[in-house]
């Protein structure tokens, strides 16, 4: 939740880096200010889904999808596996915490 935060905040300041990744990855210019609100959104559906399970469920398959997407960008611009280890580790994350509102990762009683 806080690093779909703090990614929402870096994606919304302007900046060469950012810009050239999208550029890189082949983001297309109409699409690229999504990014911090779809970002804010799943930040707030995880903190919601801390009460709404049902709402935490849905928003970590939503980012289940995302970073599935993001991975194919990786592989589609031929980057190096380094390249895509974030969105790697975000998915496996974004996994583990479908998991959790799903109640699989509460031990059984």
């Known amino acids: 939740m806080v690093v779909q935060v703090g990614d929402a905040i870096f994606n ?12 890189h990855l082949r983001i297309p210019q109409e699409m690229r200010p999504l990014f911090p609100a779809v970002k804010s959104a799943s930040a707030m559906g995880l903190y919601l889904g ?3 399970p049902a709402l935490g469920r849905l928003t970590a398959a939503a980012l289940i999808v995302y970073f599935a997407l993001a991975l194919g960008a990786h592989a589609r611009v031929k980057d190096p596996a380094l390249k895509a280890v ?5 998915l496996a994350w974004s996994i583990v915490a ?12």
């Open 12 to 23: 919304a300041v302007p900046s060469q880096w950012l810009k050239d990744d999208f550029d």
């Open 50 to 52: 801390l009460r709404r």
């Open 86 to 90: 974030p969105a790697a580790g975000m």
């Open 98 to 109: 479908f998991r959790a509102f799903s109640g699989a990762a509460t031990p059984a009683r």
